[in-house]
Nanobody, 121 residues
Framework: QVQLVESGGGLVQAGDSLRLSCAAS????????MGWFRQAPGKEREFVAR????????SYADSVKGRFTISRDNAKTTAYLQMNSLKPEDTAVYYC??????????????WGQGTQVTVSS
């Protein structure tokens, strides 16, 4: 089993950057693909980015492509989401998840508690 704890969220202005971290417990972190999802009030949870177990394959939602970068450090059992050029529409609770390499939340077995990102205009 994997426990995930996100950190790094906060209130920023449009154009600013944030880096989210997802610290995982357990010895099996390196066997899971990692994903970042977000959920805004009144909306469904949506895919943001994913990375495979080796860290050499990634993909992004069109809305964040070119601005966000997902990465992982298996030695530190931590995944990251670097978010640049933030926009007000990026405001949401951000969740990291561990599971299979996919864009559907249903493919991920373990979830963090979420971290709030608020971008003011």
């Amino acid at each position: 089993q994997v426990q995930l704890v996100e950190s790094g969220g906060g209130l920023v202005q449009a154009g600013d950057s944030l880096r989210l971290s997802c610290a995982a417990s357990g010895h099996t972190f390196s066997t899971y693909s990692m994903g970042w999802f977000r959920q805004a009030p009144g909306k469904e949870r949506e895919f943001v980015a994913r990375i495979n177990v080796y860290g050499d394959r990634t993909s992004y939602a069109d809305s964040v492509k070119g601005r966000f970068t997902i990465s992982r450090d298996n030695a530190k059992t931590t995944a990251y989401l670097q978010m640049n050029s933030l926009k007000p529409e990026d405001t949401a609770v951000y969740y990291c998840a561990a599971g299979r390499y996919g864009v559907s939340p249903a493919l991920y077995d373990y979830w963090g508690q979420g971290t709030q990102v608020t971008v003011s205009s």
